[in-house]
């Protein structure tokens, strides 16, 4: 994955207001004006984030206390929704991504607090059996446009087989990636598809279910299970 500027600097961002209408919060997230991978919100993870929001105006309850761990966080918009819905979320990426997100976290650390969510910022390379994150237990994954490098992919789905095996109770993954035209990504979503459902049962999850006005054809959203 490629590296990004590890310092902050107010004139190279720009904040994003996101509504959470379930609780009537309004998350500021901070994003970049230019930059790689990320640096920006992008729709995958939106779709994400409302489809919680979604099944918790059925379910208040669905994250109210539990624990969630997202990967490849980005600037955090599903984790930070999770928490401000209730969970107790651990948001992970590369070490040099971490200063950007734990900015975000406390901007919205109030608003969290308030629905009695919990957030923190935690270093995870894809891959790193040793890690200490990966002998936690959790309820739920989430993660939103993960599927981007060639290189990635295998680390990912080795870092999803060890959050499900070390603990005696699976937790649920929601995935959510846009698919994109070029042949390379094509290529790409392919071989990751064929590998996931080699370890873990998957299941697309019909528009129809999800946000009203938070969902796109282009938007694949899956719910997975370890097989």
Request: glycine share 4%.
């Amino acid at each position: 994955m490629s590296h990004r500027r590890s310092s902050v600097q107010s004139n190279d961002m720009f904040p994003r207001e996101i509504d959470i209408e379930i609780c009537l919060k309004t998350l500021k997230i901070y994003q970049k004006m230019e930059g790689d991978v990320n640096c920006v919100v992008w729709d995958a993870s939106l779709v994400l984030a409302k489809y919680l929001e979604t099944i918790c105006q059925k379910k208040p309850d669905f994250l109210s206390g539990i624990k969630v761990l997202e990967l490849g966080s980005g600037l955090g918009v599903v984790g930070l929704t999770a928490a401000t819905l209730g969970a107790q979320v651990t948001l992970t990426d590369l070490p040099e991504a971490l200063p950007l997100l734990r900015l975000n976290i406390n901007e919205n650390k109030s608003k969290i607090a308030s629905m009695g969510g919990y957030a923190i910022a935690e270093s995870l390379v894809w891959g790193d059996s040793g890690s200490e994150i990966l002998k936690e237990e959790f309820d739920m994954i989430v993660l939103a446009d993960c599927v981007y490098y060639e290189e990635a992919v295998m680390p990912l789905i080795q870092t999803l087989q060890c959050l499900n095996n070390t603990i005696t109770k699976k937790p649920i993954i929601y995935l959510t990636q846009e698919l994109r035209d070029s042949d390379t990504q094509k290529r790409l979503w392919e071989t990751f598809y064929e590998k996931l459902t080699e370890f873990f049962y998957v299941d697309k999850i019909p528009e129809e279910q999800q946000h009203a006005n938070y969902r796109s054809s282009d938007i694949v959203l899956l719910r997975i299970n370890k097989k």
